[in-house]
C-alpha cells in the first residue's frame, strides 16, 4: 500500500485517531463560505462539537464569550447559563433560585450557599 495524504492524527497516548465519515446537511451559502475561507470541515466540526459539550461555547446563541463567577459558567453575549459550579464549602450545586452564593457571618470561611449557611448566620 502506498503512502497517500496526510499522516495519522494521534491522540495523547500515540494510539491512531480512528475516524468515521458523518455527513451533515448545512446551508450552502455556508459550504461556499467555508470553501472560499479555505476552513476545513471536519476539524471545524471537531472543535465546535467539543467546545460545546466541554460548555465553552453557549448552546443557545454559539458564543464563545463565557465568563465564569463564583457561582457559574454564563455566556456574556445571551446570559444564558451553561453551567452551575458547587459550592466550596458544602459541594452542593449552586442554581439562581434556590441555591445562592452567601459568606458566614463569622468569616469562617468565604465562600459558602445557602444550603450550608441558615439565614441568620448569612453576613
Ligand atoms: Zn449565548
Ligand atoms: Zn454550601
Known sequence: MSSVGRPPELDGNGEIVQKSLVNVTIP??????LKEKGINRSKLFTDVVTKLFNDEICKRCYSDHIEENITRYQCRSCKHILKYKN?????NPYDVHYNKFAQPE???FLKGCYDCIPPEERA
Open 28 to 33: 450552502s451559502k455556508l459550504a461556499q463560505f
Open 87 to 91: 459550592c466550596e464549602n458544602c459541594n
Open 106 to 108: 463569622d468569616k469562617a
